[in-house]
Structure formats: structure tokens, C-alpha cells
């Protein structure tokens, strides 16, 4: 952990509010970009980015998080998804909507109204991504983890939108027999 | 199964890949960690409170440009001696450009921030094209593959000297970018001795590619007052400072506070889409133009003034106005419910925070959803003029607060506005006290500076 985040940690420790400023500071931006990209709505940005800040000063201590960038950032993904779901019944927001149904490709069919075992799959995805080149698997975690869209990726790496596209493709189509073969009951 | 699903589970994947994929990922955060990596030196001494102003301290105020004003006290100092001393600047040779952004020196170290452009590389190269073309522009020590980046981002190495002493060929401390651009800080450690001996009149240079500029520095500033700093107005015991910077199309204003208030924290200006003309803008040349945003926190922002041909006398004569800033609290209060058999709940009229009431105007459970959420429809009730309330959390149900989601929704045509929440781990049936926190306030009272 570096310094800077060991400093903030104490603060948490210590109660200082202090904290909160440091984190928001800090990794506003950083969380901010995970809900937009999830929320698409400023305002329910600053409210995950609010509640991801409360949620750290709840958990930190007992939590002693390293590193702390990619727990806020797991806080932040966990808070707009659970929003997300309220909304979605409500209003729907077309990227993240997009972003879903590229990810419903990896469910067989037959299997897409089965109940499945939360907590499990997650397992069968980290040993798929072991296996994945490293390209690959950067570009699938920031498309289904980060949630950014295919123009920001393309962007951010020099790619073109469709070179994005195929990759992702491939990863989700290797990833469906992946888990297929591994016997996930999904 | 849904994609939702599968994304939830995504979400519990290996640390180690989510850090790669950031790792790799994250150039355009950069320039704000390397102002943030300052901003958290100095963050023990920018959160003052009341009692502050009540003392009859001496006021000393040191300014940073860039990254803040602070006020020091007997109780905090600020670590950053030396700041430099000139603007940005830019050598090239065709092939590379090289810029030198900013240097900062603390009681034991030096942060110099630079950019890189690598002309001659582009997302098509590869490794082994990128180290040919370095090799061949003869800047192979200071440009290297990275055999472990998925795309030809070379390594950047610079030599640094202070006084007599070179560091060569030293890896950043931390950078970002494409394969065409990157920005770099490098940090040169352990030089209390250098300071003891040059003070702040310490010869330092920074080579890359052969191109090498001399760094100067100076003193940070301290001031008798805000005021000497730059416009600034003061409202609520919080200090603006409003520093322009003027361009050929543009003016850039970026806000320094000091908060000597209660509040918790200090945002910049709020975008009220509820109320009227809470844009910052500003009156020159008999033009009235609104701010477009820069960045996230409201306190850096700019002014198109293209096709104004604005003279000298016409800045003098600008006046700046943000006619709200936010702040955030750090306070709770909890509302004791009951809820019937048929889902409706009894509830009190209303929740106070210090500066403002919210008159709950009804509550249910909503069966529509998966949740159960409890679901509050409410006003916000000023207590005075000058302070509205913006926002606020929900912090805990049954004073457990793992597993909240929450929604909150306003509209532009009613002051009603409607709020849902749940919590994983306690049954909304079974609710009984639900606790809110960190309310978001609006301040109204307006800042106006001269820029002159």
C-alpha cells in the first residue's frame, strides 16, 4: 500500500472525517467514472459516490482494505448496480442496457431462465481469465467490470471501435463454452 | 440467469485483474493524481474549523498554484517548500517533444512533473519497432519497451541532477498515457541535504532525450491575507478565491477555498436544475456569459470569449459571479417508523437536519418491487433563505448499514420529490428506525469578484 492510501487508512481508523475528504479527493474520479458509466445520471453519480463514501467510513475499520482504490472502486460498482436495478424498471439507461445484453450472449439459452448459484461463478471466471491473453482479458474486464463503453476503450487504447467489438466478442463466445465445459449451471 | 446476474458476479473477480486492467488503463486520471499527490500533503491543514476564526492567531496564508491556499497554524504546517518558479514550457527536436509541468519540493523530496510526446510511435508499433525507431534517434536510454505492456508503451527514463549530484536514467515514479503521449512524475528522494545546502536556490535539471531544462524555484508564498492572494469573497466563514487566468479565447477560473465553517466540506458551485441561474458566469465588455464546467467538484471552470475581441481594460472591468456553492455535513438523524400488515407505514411529519426540515409527506412499502423498498415521498423545508438542501443519504435501517440501496428522484416541475430505499439485511417489514446522514447543503449567498 503506498503512503498516501496508509494515511488515509489511518485517518479511517482514527474517525477523522478527514477521511472522507482524502478518499473523495482522492478517488472521486476514479468512482465517479464506474458509476457514470453505470448510472449515466450525475446526479445518481454524486448520490453512489456519497453513499461509497459513507460505506467506506462504515466498513473501514474492521476493514483494513489494500489496496483502497479497488475497494471504493468494488463499493462504488456494488452501490450503482443495486440502483441500477431499481431503475431499470423505471427508466432505462441504453449503454448500460447494451452492456447487459452483450453479457446475456454468454448465457445458453436454454439455461437463461435457471435459477443459478450466486457466488460460485465467479470462480469459473477468474480460471477462464487466467487463460485469457492479456489483451483480451484487460479489455473484458473493462467493458464488464468498469462497465466503460466500447468508444472509451477504443479510445483510451488507440483501437478502433471495431477491433474492440471482435475482441469482445471472442472473449464472451470463449467464455460461454468455457463455462459450458466446466459444467456451470448458469 | 440474467446479464445482470453474470455482471454482479464479474464484480467478484480477482483483485489482480481488476488492477491490471486499471493499471494499464488509467493515463487520463493522471494529471489530477499528480496535483492530488500534493493536495493530500497539505490536506492536514485545509480542514479548519470555527475555531479558527476565534482565535487571535496570527494569519499566515501560503498558496500553491494549482493545487490550494491553506492557512498555517501553530498546529500544521505545510510540507511543500518550494514551488516553481515559471510556467509550463515545451523543447522539441522533431521526433519527441519534451514538457516540463510542474516541480515541487518538500523537507525531503522533489516531484517534477513532465509529458512526453513520442512523435514517432503510434497504437500500430510494436515493441521491436519502437525500440529500432529509439535506437535509431539515438534516445534508447531514455526510451525502452515494456515487455509486459499490451500495447508499444515504452518505458521513459530522465536524468535529473541537483547540483553536483546526477540521478541517470531514472524511471518515473508514476506515469500514464498513450503510446504516443505520456505524463510522468519522477521523484528524487532523500534530499535534505541538498536543501540544507542550496535552500531554495537548488540547481536542478531534467534531461530526456537530450532536451534538458534548468528548474528554478520559489519560496511558497505566504500572504497577511487571502485577499493579497487573489479576488476573493467570503460568505458563511467560507473564503473564495477566484484565480483567473486569462487566454486569447478563454478565461479559466479555478476556486481555492478556505472553510472556516462548520461544514464538513466545500464543493464549488452547484448546478440547481430547481433553481434559477446557479451557473457561475460573468459580466464583461456588457456580455453576460455562463461558465462551462471543467471539473467534477465545481471548482474549475471557463468562459468562452471567443468573438469578444476582449482588451485589457475589458478584464479589469470583468466581474465574476457563482451565484451558489455546496458543502457537505457531516450529521445524522434518524426517523422512527412503524409498518402495518397492509404495507403502509406510520411515520412522523417530519426529519430536521441544522439547516433544514424535510417534511415527509408519505411512506409505503413498495410490493411493485423485488426489494420491498421502502419508498418516501417528501419536501424539503428551508430553514432560512440562504441555505437549501441538496441532498442526503440514507445511512443505516435498524442501525445496520451494510447492503443499502437507495434511488432518489426530483423533477423540475413540483418540489416533491421521492426517495426508495432497502437494505439486504433487514426486511423492510421489520423496519423501524432508518437513519440519514451527510446532507449536502446549498449555500445562496452569492460571490462576486472583481477580477480586476
Not at chain 1, 472502486?73 to 431499470?88: D, E
Not at chain 2, 445524522?332 to 409527506?361: A, E, M, Q, R, W
Request: charged fraction near 25%.
Amino acid at each position: 500500500m503506498n503512503s498516501e492510501d496508509k494515511s488515509i487508512i489511518s485517518l479511517f481508523f482514527s474517525r477523522s472525517e478527514r477521511a472522507i475528504t482524502a478518499v473523495s479527493n482522492k478517488y472521486g474520479l476514479y468512482c465517479g467514472k464506474i458509476a457514470m458509466n453505470i448510472l449515466q445520471n450525475e446526479a445518481d453519480k454524486e448520490e453512489t459516490l456519497n453513499d461509497t463514501w459513507l460505506k467506506a467510513w462504515n466498513t473501514i475499520p474492521p476493514q483494513n482494505p489494500n489496496p483502497l482504490k479497488t475497494y471504493l472502486g468494488m463499493l462504488t460498482r456494488t452501490i450503482a448496480i443495486n440502483r441500477y436495478s431499481y431503475y431499470k424498471a423505471q427508466k432505462r439507461n441504453g449503454s448500460f442496457d447494451i452492456l447487459l445484453s452483450e453479457l446475456e450472449d454468454v448465457i445458453p439459452s436454454s439455461r437463461a431462465e435457471q435459477e443459478y448459484e450466486a457466488g460460485e461463478i465467479y470462480k469459473s471466471i477468474n480460471e477462464f481469465l487466467k487463460k485469457t491473453d492479456k489483451a483480451s482479458r484487460i479489455i473484458f474486464v473493462r467493458r464488464y467490470y468498469y462497465a466503460d463503453s466500447i468508444a472509451d476503450i477504443a479510445k483510451f487504447f488507440g483501437f478502433s471501435e471495431s477491433k474492440v467489438k471482435s475482441s469482445l466478442f471472442r472473449t464472451r463466445t470463449k467464455l460461454r463454452d468455457f463455462l459450458e465445459k466446466e459444467g456451470i449451471e448458469i | 440467469m440474467t446479464g445482470e446476474d453474470l455482471f454482479r458476479e464479474i464484480g467478484k473477480i480477482d483483485n489482480k485483474f481488476i488492477q491490471e486492467a486499471d493499471n494499464c488503463y488509467a493515463k487520463h486520471d493522471f494529471k489530477r493524481y499528480a496535483a492530488i499527490a500534493a493536495c493530500i500533503i497539505i490536506a492536514t491543514v485545509t480542514a479548519l474549523n470555527s475555531n479558527s476564526v476565534q482565535a487571535a492567531i496570527k494569519r499566515l496564508f501560503s498558496f500553491i498554484p494549482g493545487i490550494a491556499i491553506t492557512e498555517e497554524t501553530e498546529d500544521s504546517k505545510n510540507e511543500i517548500l518550494y514551488s516553481m518558479d515559471g510556467e509550463e514550457q515545451t523543447q522539441t527536436d522533431g521526433n519527441v517533444e519534451f514538457t516540463l509541468m510542474n516541480a515541487y519540493v518538500t523537507s525531503s523530496y522533489i516531484d517534477i512533473m513532465w509529458k512526453a510526446t513520442l512523435n514517432f510511435n503510434d497504437e500500430s508499433k510494436d515493441n521491436e519497432t519502437v525500440t529500432e525507431l529509439a535506437e535509431k534517434y539515438g534516445y534508447s536510454d531514455y526510451i525502452k519497451p515494456n515487455e509486459e505492456a499490451m500495447f508499444p508503451i515504452p518505458d521513459l527514463y530522465s536524468t535529473v541532477t541537483i547540483g553536483n549530484a546526477i540521478y541517470p536514467y531514472t524511471e518515473n515514479t508514476s506515469a500514464g498515457g498513450s503510446p504516443t503521449e505520456q505524463t510522468c512524475i519522477t521523484r528524487i528522494e532523500n534530499i535534505e541535504n541538498d536543501i540544507a545546502v542550496y535552500g531554495v536556490n537548488m540547481p536542478v535539471t531534467i534531461t530526456f532525450c537530450d532536451m534538458t531544462f534548468d528548474i528554478h524555484f520559489k519560496p511558497i508564498q505566504y500572504y497577511d491575507s487571502v485577499d493579497e492572494i487573489g479576488p476573493t469573497a467570503m460568505h458563511n466563514n467560507i473564503s473564495v478565491t477566484a484565480m483567473p487566468t486569462w487566454s486569447e479565447n478563454k478565461l479559466t477560473i479555478k476556486l481555492y477555498s478556505l472553510n472556516y465553517s462548520e461544514f464538513l466540506q466545500v464543493y464549488g458551485y452547484y448546478d440547481d436544475l430547481k433553481a434559477d441561474a446557479t451557473l457561475p458566469y460573468i459580466i464583461i465588455k456588457g456580455n453576460t456569459i455562463q461558465a462551462q464546467v471543467l471539473s467534477g467538484d465545481g471548482t474549475e471552470f471557463e468562459f468562452d470569449l471567443s468573438g469578444l475581441d476582449i482588451t485589457d481594460e475589458d478584464k479589469k472591468s470583468a466581474i465574476l459571479h457563482i451565484p451558489v456553492i455546496s458543502v457537505g455535513n457531516h450529521e445524522s438523524v434518524t426517523l422512527d417508523i412503524n409498518v402495518n400488515n397492509d404495507g403502509t407505514i406510520d411515520h412522523p411529519d417530519k426529519i430536521s437536519f441544522k439547516y433544514c426540515d424535510v417534511d415527509i409527506i408519505s411512506m409505503w412499502i413498495n410490493k411493485n418491487n423485488p426489494d420491498n423498498e421502502i419508498t418516501m415521498t417528501y419536501r424539503i423545508q428551508k430553514k432560512s433563505d440562504n441555505i437549501g438542501l441538496c441532498n442526503f443519504t440514507v445511512a443505516s435501517l435498524n442501525n445496520k448499514s451494510s447492503g443499502i440501496g437507495t434511488w432518489k428522484q426530483t423533477s423540475d416541475n413540483t418540489d416533491i420529490e421521492a426517495m426508495g430505499f432497502h437494505n439486504d439485511d433487514v426486511p423492510s417489514k421489520k423496519c423501524k428506525h432508518i437513519t440519514f446522514t451527510f446532507p449536502i447543503y446549498t449555500l445562496y449567498d452569492e460571490y462576486v469578484f472583481a477580477l480586476n
